[in-house]
């Protein structure tokens, strides 16, 4: 089977900027990209009879305004494979059924704003964030797209990498050939188990030679923006583990710390992938 990202669109500005992170990363690689509109019927329409023929018009409406943005799509990157589908009904029940059928390398998404409005957006696209097991790379809706050259992949050693998040790593790291791979570890201090962590994910990147970074700092967020700024970052790769520092962040009582962090693209690998 062909790989496929999947590009979830609403039509807004930074869908743009989705495409063209999409297309960078599937040129030269046989993968096709899925432009996908889902429309969920706002809470006030749900349970109220609503005319089929109002219905088929917002549908027609919105498909129209897809095929436009394909066509812009395709002008732009002929080389590419781009197809479209439409979906109804619930956001996360519905990328779920195309993790199913397509198995994607990844599912990118742009921000209605900036992070720290995360707040914002309905409780559908936050379980969205956390509740699909591919990769999610969410794009701020101002930022400008890049080639990605230097990836950082926030660590924290008191958590265990899974394999299949290690492979994911891996696998985004293939495809951005050229590009290189920083490892940093934002932390107040090692202990014991931190090490034991740490040498694991040595011997698992090995072969990559990445650069280890240690970042002493109380405040995890400001260590890493501050490190991003240094280095030139182009993408940050988190690993959320159930109830840990990034897990918590994609959910309405934490996610203001992200604002620091506007800036940059950030790609979740969970540890059910």
Known sequence: MQKAIIVITDFSDSAGNEMDYACDLAKGHDTRILLTYIYSFPLSYRGEGFAPAVINDILDSDRKILEKKLEQAKSKYPEVSIEIKMMIGNVLESLRELERELNPEMIIMGTIGEYSELLLWNDEWLDALTGISSPVLVIPKHVPHNQIRNI?????????????????????????????????????????????????????FGLMKPQYHLVENKQVIKGLDEFVLQNQIDLLIVVPHKHDFWHNLFHRSHTRQLVQLNHIPVMAIHEYN
């Open 152 to 204: 950082a992949f926030a660590c924290d050693y008191k958590n265990a990498c899974s394999p299949l998040q290690i492979e994911a790593i891996k696998k985004l790291m293939t495809t951005l050939s050229g590009a290189s791979l920083h490892i940093i570890h934002v932390s107040p201090g090692i202990d014991e188990e931190e090490n034991k962590n740490a040498a694991l994910i040595k011997k698992a």
